[in-house]
């Protein structure tokens, strides 16, 4: 060891020769297509592997940690990790807390029930329908149906199994994730058509940073237009989503 790296890990640098920065992301990571623990017990995912391209673009190392959904932004306010990459809708609610990127993902909101069991939209009235807690899906209920009962659970696929189970009627979550159900779950059929309503489901999905880390917002930014442009965005998507 030379002088220089002596005095620098005295004073608590850390010289190795890969990336100059780490940035710290999490995620509630039951939430196929976009984040999943897999049988290897690692993070896996759309949002993972563009959170890796991102990261190779700025030349940082990337890590996740996995915590609930509703806990996700409290948790980037006091600072245990630099950004929330979740499959989160951006909403003018959530903007008054976070800074958000620009979107990486188109996003609407489909209901999934037993196939045969409910005949329409119509049929929710007054049946139980579980979703995430702190989601845009428990919001959309919650002020839109009023006449729908609200299930939270802490993950999706509890309420799937749930679902399944028959002790709630309906599930209620983004298009993508409810495509990964259905394929998955033959018994299952979408209820009615899309919902894209702006207004709780926003303009898409965006990673959130704190507010004042406009620093990391420009770079993540920068670097989503980057894999935009070159094509790895679109590798990705092709990854993760049934065209
Ligand atoms: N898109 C919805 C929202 O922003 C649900 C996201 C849930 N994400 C997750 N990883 N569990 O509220």
């Known amino acids: 060891m030379n002088k220089i790296v002596i005095a620098a890990l005295l004073a ?8 100059s920065q780490t940035i710290r992301f999490a995620a509630e990571a ?25 990261c190779h673009e700025i030349d940082a190392d990337c890590t996740f940690t996995n915590q609930a959904f509703d806990s996700l932004i409290p948790s980037l306010k006091f600072r245990r990790f630099d950004a929330v990459m ?9 903007e008054k ?44 209920i919650g002020e839109k149906l009023p006449d729908v009962k ?8 509890n309420a799937v199994l749930d679902l399944k189970n028959g002790r709630i009627d309906a599930v209620f979550g983004d298009t993508a994730v409810v495509n990964e159900w259905l394929k998955n779950n033959q018994e299952l059929a979408p209820l ?25 917002q420009s770079k993540l930014n920068a670097a989503l237009d980057k894999v935009k442009a070159n094509g790895t965005y679109k590798t990705l998507y092709s990854k993760w989503f049934q065209q």
């Open 12 to 19: 608590g640098f850390s010289l190795s020769a890969g990336a």
């Open 30 to 54: 039951s939430y196929p297509p976009f984040e999943f623990i897999d049988a290897d017990n690692k993070i896996q995912g759309f949002d993972v592997d563009l959170a890796n391209a991102l």
């Open 86 to 94: 979740s499959g989160m809708d951006i909403t003018p609610e959530r």
């Open 97 to 140: 807390q976070v800074l958000f990127t620009q979107p990486y993902y188109d996003n609407s909101a489909l209901f999934i029930a037993q196939k045969g069991k409910l005949a329409n939209m119509d049929a929710l009235k007054g049946k139980r329908v579980g979703v995430q807690n702190g989601t845009t899906h428990q919001k959309y």
């Open 150 to 157: 609200v299930v939270p659970y802490d993950s999706y696929q």
């Open 192 to 216: 009615g058509e899309k919902v894209t309503d702006k207004t709780y489901f926003g303009n898409g999905l965006g990673i959130a940073v704190r507010q004042g880390n406009s620093e990391l």
